[in-house]
């Protein structure tokens, strides 16, 4: 697939890389549906969705999606254990209102988790709170701080001592740049929490759960 | 499949389809009644299709019947869901062949306590098993094993439909493709019984109930089923739907006139109700649909576990509420929905914004509209469905 330069969402193509062919889905916070019905296409997977909005809802069922109006902080905890093989939630992490209890619960539903967001450590970021004295505002995070779902922004650093807190392994990690590309080259942690605006972290439970 | 050699077509103007199984293939009730011989009286719309692929059964509600769309015989206004039943509609006539059938226990047809009972050639009355949800599938089940229909293609319905929609699904998960519970619940609340209650003693608090025997008397209890009708309607509508219909605003009138006229628009408007009811249901028969739904618990039959009822089901699922409905709320709707997850199921679940209460899917809402399409669209493209028959 082709990826459009200003198409802000081209870590789907990334986080898609990363399933399984064949694989059972579910994907927290479709929007509408572009993820699910790549990875359908694609990878030929078994997706389930769910999101908040209720137009992202109808557009998903338009498409022929399985999409249940919910969100991640109320409605996975219904989710039995190990109904899917990866459980995703991108960019989304840093809206929820708990999200080590949705990472948690992603993990427990899940044998997998796929995790994107975008990297407040980014020196965009740091400049314009260092330098201007201001919030953030960025192409990735376009809200100003009165008026964003965006209520817990983290780094990549954040992200990777929580992950470890919850006694998860990470498979793989990539930082993206702004267009969503694979930042390519090896580097220390501290470069990727420098240089890239998003992240994307697929997460394994480190041991089974009892 | 049931053999039919005794199964009989009748076409007899109003009442439209009807199909009569005979005394020994009528129909064993859950609560050990028998009622045989069985008549079903049914409506369909579009064609079926060579290979029987594209039929769609929809579930009448509480006091609804077979005439879904077009003009109703007998109250001569629009079917009950002519806003999402016809040809470029949803439930497009053009593409799918729609069965609804008046249910067992209803007064449109279909046999009911206002049948005659063959055992003392009087209406069976009180003597009428009391049915349940399932039974009323089960009837509906023999209709489409006698149109030589295989697998649905959808079963769609809203409240008591709804019901039958999940368990139609329960009690039948490989005749079934896809299925829309639509303002419904997997069980009966405490609220939803009491209601009915209501209803059902103000109907036999009417001294023209004579103990269920009123048509043997020439009577009628109207006064009691248009009270069961004004009380159950307000439970359809929603508060903000009555404040910006009537508000306080007062009947032909400047000002009240101290007294128990109806002065207030709303009083008059449920009186209407109350009347029109009366003119086309049966007061027993109402009593017999509303003890359906009271006694409807799915997970019951499962255990205790709604999942179950699920299983390993093949069926994909749309579930929609409406977020004024306070009848059958959201939450209603989302137990459904944890069930149908838990239980690994193809289902998408949409909570549509309306003020107009549980009614609401009886209108129409644009987003449910479009919802259903989507849903139905997508599911006939599952289902390898031609874009139209013509």
Redesign the interface.
Known sequence: MKQDPLNPRLDLDVIADLVTPGSRVLDVGCGDGALLQLLAQTKNVDG?GVELS?SG??E???????????DADTDLA???DD?FDYVILSQTLQATRRPREALRNMLRIGRHAIVSFPNFGHWRVRTQLAIKGRMPVTGNLSNSWHDTPNIHLCTIRDFVELVEELGAHIAHGAALDRYGSPIRVNAPWWIWNLMGEQAVFLLERRAPQK | MTNFSHAQQEQNGSAGKTVTFSSDQGLLTDGGGAIAPLTLAYETYGKLNENKSNAILLCHALTGDQYAAGVHPVTGKTGWWDAMVGPGKPFDTDRYFIICSNVVGGCMGSTGPASINPRSSKPYGLDFPVVTIRDMVRAQSMLIDYLGIDTLFCVAGGSMGGMQVLQWAASYPQRVFSAMPIATAAKHSAQNIAFHEVGRQAVMADPDWRGGRYLEQGVRPEKGLAVARMSAHITYLSEAALQRKFGRKLQDRSAPTFSFDADFQIENYLRYQGLAFVERFDANSYLFVTRACDYFDLAADYGGVLARAFKETKTRFCVVAFDSDWLYPTSDSRSIVHALNAGGASVSFVEIESDKGHDAFLLHEPMFNATTRGFLESAAAARGLRDSLK
């Open positions: 389930r209720q809802v109808n998903c069922v338009a498409k022929g999606l399985s999409v249940i109006q919910g219904d989710y039995p109904g």
